[in-house]
């Protein structure tokens, strides 16, 4: 208790040393290894390309990044936060996943340290601080959607896979209320552990449940294995038709799954194949930076970091969290993956979500959109709003 009191107070005094300052420090949260290393990753690579394209210098101010990594442990990220802005004085904080983010939430909160969620997925976490703003996506914006293709596509019968976490919860939640709302029944929900997964026996059971349709959620860097097993189980070859959010095709393991995802229809805001000529350059220059190709983890970090930098440019390098928060409500701007824009009421990301099929395009597998459902804002919030 008396440690607790110790650290706000002194949070408070630390933080918001205001526009006089040359340098703006930004400090990254990211797991960099365990379970969400690969979105970590992801997101780093996205930032420093957006600081390589676009400069370390934004309002006559100098841009410096401090990258901390997490190691997938939430409580790691609630010290790494306060570490940096007590010692190293950060203006910004970037917060990664759903866990690590909700540790943090205190720390941007009584500290005044806009804070840019860059990985999770969960529709409450913006409100645990009111200086979070997202810009990565919510699990519900694409699961109801997904829910209400599928019932207008035929399906009837779901067995939903979810990775066991708050994400597949607020997943399986969301497309549960839009299914049976459409007249669908969910005959079982099955959750695999969401460290080293083996889902063969969660799709053996999926397979002799025998639905129509599969509602799967795994996280980033879990595809590839999903879809090697789907394969193994000969689910691809069932008829039981794989369906889910955008994280079941993430482009970064794609490349990798050969035939065996052909077919499969996910509800997503972000693909590779998005056919626009920002999302061309996009791809084209985080895949010569990295060896990869760009995914929805990414944009998350490229638009956080416009999001500051824009902001940035707004309040003249005025970095007091109030002033910050003022410019980023309401902003709206071009991304890799279509027009976004920042709620004002919710700190939420505003972003299409578009129904993509897995094809073979010149060789390789992409998930190609070929329906868009324009500016959608998280249902969770929308629900508890009205
Ligand atoms: C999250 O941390 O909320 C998260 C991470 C990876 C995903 C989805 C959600 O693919």
């Avoid at 599969?214 to 189980?233: N, S, W």
């Amino acid at each position: 208790m008396a440690a607790g009191c110790l650290s706000v107070a002194l949070l408070a005094l630390t933080a918001g040393s205001g526009a006089a300052q040359s340098t703006i420090k930004i400090g990254l949260v990211m797991p960099l290894t365990g379970t969400l290393a690969a979105p970590g990753r992801e997101v780093v690579d996205a930032v420093k390309l957006y600081m390589t394209q676009h400069g370390d210098t934004v309002a006559g101010k100098k841009i410096q990044l401090i990258v901390r990594d997490d190691g997938s442990v939430p409580d790691n990220a609630k010290r790494l936060a306060q570490e940096l802005v007590v010692n190293d004085h950060v203006d910004f904080l970037g917060a990664g996943s759903t866990p690590s983010s909700m540790s943090m939430a205190p720390i941007s909160a009584q500290a005044k340290i806009p804070t840019v969620v860059m990985i999770s997925g969960t529709s409450v976490v913006t409100a645990r601080s009111p200086y979070y703003v997202r810009t990565s996506f919510t699990l519900g914006q694409q699961s109801g959607i997904m829910a209400d293709w599928a019932i207008k596509n035929g399906s009837k019968k779901v067995v939903s896979i979810l990775s066991d976490w708050a994400p597949g919860d607020e997943a399986g939640k969301v497309f549960a209320q839009h299914f049976t709302k459409g007249g669908g029944q969910i005959l079982e929900t099955l959750k695999v552990p969401l460290a080293n997964p083996d889902f063969s026996p969660f799709l053996q059971r999926a397979h002799d449940l025998a639905p129509d349709t599969l509602f799967a959620f795994v996280p980033a860097g879990q595809a590839g294995t999903l879809a090697r097993q789907f394969a193994e189980r000969g689910l691809n070859k069932s008829g039981i038709k794989l369906i889910g959010p955008g994280d079941i095709v993430d482009d970064d393991d794609l490349p990798g799954t050969g035939n065996t995802l052909l077919g499969v229809v996910t509800a997503g805001f972000y693909s590779a194949a998005h056919p626009s000529a920002l999302n061309k350059e996009y791809v084209a220059a985080y895949g010569k930076a990295t060896g990869h190709r760009a995914n929805f983890i990414s944009v998350g970090g490229y638009d956080g970091m416009h999001l500051i930098y824009a902001a940035l440019q707004k309040t003249g390098g005025n970095t007091n969290a109030d002033a910050v928060l003022a410019a980023m409500k309401g902003m709206s701007w071009e991304s890799p993956r279509g027009p976004i824009s920042i709620d004002p009421r919710t700190r939420d990301i505003v972003q299409n979500v578009y129904i993509r099929k897995v094809q073979m395009v010149n060789g390789a597998p992409w998930a190609v959109e070929f329906e868009t459902f324009p500016d959608v804002k998280d249902p969770l919030k929308e629900a508890s709003a009205k």
